[in-house]
């Protein structure tokens, strides 16, 4: 069995957060003290995948290249994949099928952060998973936002309901998604919704209708932040200033994270801390036994 590869979408026009993204990928953001693509990157390498794939648009590419470089200073390698025009979701299964070559995937989206104790298991359990996709449902205040799951009596799932004006249950589908090596197939049958795009819930409903779906509800010691409007950009900085600042931890580290998965050395962490000599970023990297 292939192992599992990374797709980490980072494209669409960030028009809900004009101006601000008017010059710049949302994705290339600040999230307090780092740009928003490594908490989802640092996400994957997490979850235990070296081979990851960026997809973005053709006037970002370059700015992502220079950012993230070839993914070698992290001890994983990086492939980026121009989205010509934003389509759904499921398209990144399309545009990304030459680049998983039969293998299973995980999908993050470039503007989901998560945090939580724990974290590393659950991600490392759903990626040495060999059945269908599995995915991860967050308790939510405002579902109608989100794809939604719905549950029979007996907490079976029976479906996914992409922004419901009355939402089934309160739990929301996060931006996380671990499919088996069919995903690419499956989203190739997919027809545009009413939106003109391959919906994400349509294509968890086909693994749902094959019986192959599995949901793991987060709990309460997660957090989940979706950085799609103003609001939730500033709460997500703040979030990620509170913890750092009271634990004196860092959190969305590709280099932290390389680190601990032994994919690079101390030497190795000792130059990229070097590289960031004039922060409290550096001077924590260099701080690490």
């Known amino acids: 069995m292939e192992k599992r590869k990374g797709i980490l979408l980072a494209g669409g026009t960030g028009t809900r957060l004009y101006p601000i993204t008017m010059g710049i990928s949302k994705q290339l953001l600040p999230i307090y003290d780092k740009p928003m693509v490594y908490y989802p990157l640092s996400i994957l390498m997490l979850s235990g995948i070296r081979e990851i794939a960026i997809i973005t648009t053709p006037n970002d590419k370059n700015q992502y290249m220079e950012l993230l470089g070839d993914g070698s200073q992290w001890g994983i390698s990086l492939t980026f994949i121009v989205q010509p025009k934003p389509e759904g979701l499921a398209q990144a299964f399309i545009l990304a099928e030459d680049f998983l070559n039969g293998s299973k995937s995980a999908l993050i989206l470039g503007d989901n952060i998560f945090h ?25 205040s405002d579902p109608e936002r989100y794809g939604v799951v719905e549950f029979d009596k007996s907490n079976n799932v029976i479906s996914i309901i992409e922004k419901p004006k009355i939402p089934p249950s309160n739990y929301a589908v996060v931006g996380l998604y671990f499919l088996d090596e069919t995903a690419p197939k499956r989203a190739k049958a997919l027809k545009p919704s009413k939106r003109g795009e391959l919906e994400i819930t349509s294509l968890l409903n086909s693994y749902l209708n094959d019986n192959s779906l599995t949901i793991n509800k987060m709990n309460r010691g997660y957090a989940w932040l979706d950085t799609g409007t103003h609001e939730s950009l500033l709460d997500a900085g703040n979030f990620v200033k509170t913890l750092q600042k009271r634990q004196g931890l860092q959190i969305g580290s590709p ?31 260099k701080a690490i036994d």
């Open 255 to 285: 280099d932290i994270v390389a680190f601990e998965n032994d994919w690079i050395s101390k030497s190795e962490l000792k130059i990229r801390s070097e590289k960031f000599s004039k922060n409290a970023y550096g001077d924590y990297l």
């Open 116 to 140: 939580g104790d724990g974290i590393r298991d659950l991600l490392k359990q759903a990626n040495d998973s060999d059945f269908g996709a599995s995915i991860f449902g967050y308790h939510v």
